[in-house]
Each structure stands twice: as C-alpha cells, then as structure tokens.
T-cell receptor, first 116, second 113 residues
Framework: GAVVSQHPSWVICKSGTSVKIECRSL??????MFWYRQFPKQSLMLMAT?????????EQGVEKDKFLINHASLTLSTLTVTSAHPEDSSFYIC????????????FGPGTRLTVL | AQSVTQPDIHITVSEGASLELRCNYS??????LFWYVQSPGQGLQLLLK??????LVQGIKGFEAEFKRSQSSFNLRKPSVHWSDAAEYFC???????????FGAGTRLTVKP
C-alpha cells in the first residue's frame, strides 16, 4: 500500500515553455503533499507543502509564481514550472502523507526535467 | 541551528563486510528520524523510522538503526552488505513542532566485489 506515482517520469522542454508534473496517491487519500527538488549529487530540498483545497505553503526562496502548485483533490497534486529556464533543470520528487500526522511521507519516483 | 548531518559523503565497503552510516541531528527536542535509500534516477524508499520506544529499530533489506539520545545520533547499520545495496542513503528528520521533513546531504555507498 501507500503508493505514489509521478507523471511524466522525464520531460525535455524548450526554454520559456511551461511544464506540468502530476503527483498521485494511488491507494490512499493524501491530506498533505510535498514537493522537493534535487540537484545532481545533492540532497532533497523541500520546495512547498500543499493541503487539499488550500494554497500551498512555499519554502523561503522558492518563487511561488514560477512553481505553481495545485492540490485539487485528495489524490492529485500538480507542480507547474512556468516559463522554464535551463537553471530549472532538476529532479523533482513529490511525496504524500495521510491522516492527521504527516511525519511519514510516501515518495514518488521523481520527474527528471531538462530545459534546453 | 537546527540541522541533520551525514558526515560521510562517500563510503566504499567490500561485499559481505559490515556497514555503518552516520547521522547526527541538532534539534531542541528529539525529532522523528528516518533513513531512506535512493537508487540512481529513482525516488526514495523508506528503510526504517524511529518515533519512540525501543531505540534499536529494524528495517527492510536487513538494515537496522540505533537511536542514541546522548549522542543525538541515528546511525544505520547492516551486518553484511550486498552488491545491490549500492545507492545513496539519506537520513531525514521531522521536528516534533512541525511537519517539514529535512534531509541530510546523503551518503553514497559503493560496494566492491
């Protein structure tokens, strides 16, 4: 149980275009979803936390107008990288938690974004 | 400052040898503690976690970790490493006063034949 999927698994786009990444909890309802960014050979950095039906909470230094997060249902959150640039190229990983406590998160397989 | 530290960036061990990966944390109260493994280009898989109770925690794939409050440590161990254990290992914490998971820098494990 507790499976989280991401789509697409990898994407290549041109600079200036927008890219949407989906994160789905397949067998549970996720009250909270998290988005992380991971640069090559580095650790995961939390970008934002989203609760279903409310606005996402962004970490300091993360541009909310550039990284749009929508958590419209208990099983789906989306991250849209708007006007992507090469420096946005990274590995984006989502996770989901259910219930009143979010201390245990279930991670998706990640999405590799390359901006040309 | 609050932090989670993995002192070893890269460790190489021979197949069959024992393994210990270090993790230290700096928080006012004991956070929830986790170890994850990440294979190249993949997401994270939870190996084990500690919330309270028995300080020696058993996980999947033959891993265990010991919580030592006096040392603010949560080191990961395996008695005999297999070649398939080669991966990146992350220690993570969730502070008791919020839900944000913070990761250590990671330790890359290489297994020699």
């Amino acid at each position: 149980g507790a499976v989280v999927s991401q789509h697409p698994s990898w994407v290549i786009c041109k600079s200036g275009t927008s890219v949407k990444i989906e994160c789905r909890s397949l067998d549970f309802q996720a009250t909270t979803m998290f988005w992380y960014r991971q640069f090559p050979k580095q650790s995961l950095m939390l970008m934002a936390t989203s609760n279903e039906g409310s606005k996402a909470t962004y970490e300091q230094g993360v541009e909310k107008d550039k990284f749009l997060i929508n958590h419209a249902s208990l099983t789906l959150s989306t991250l849209t990288v708007t006007s992507a640039h090469p420096e946005d190229s990274s590995f984006y990983i989502c996770s989901a938690a259910y219930g009143p406590s979010t201390d245990t998160q279930y991670f998706g397989p990640g999405t590799r974004l390359t901006v040309l | 400052a609050q932090s989670v530290t993995q002192p070893d960036i890269h460790i190489t061990v021979s197949e069959g040898a024992s393994l210990e990966l270090r993790c230290n944390y700096s928080y006012g109260a004991t956070p929830y503690l986790f170890w994850y493994v990440q294979s190249p280009g993949q997401g994270l898989q939870l190996l084990l976690k500690y919330f309270s109770g028995d300080t020696l925690v058993q996980g999947i794939k033959g891993f265990e970790a010991e919580f030592k409050r006096s040392q603010s440590s949560f080191n990961l161990r395996k008695p005999s490493v297999h070649w398939s254990d080669a991966a990146e290992y992350f220690c993570a914490v969730v502070p008791p006063d919020n839900n944000d998971m913070r990761f250590g820098a990671g330790t890359r494990l290489t297994v020699k034949p």
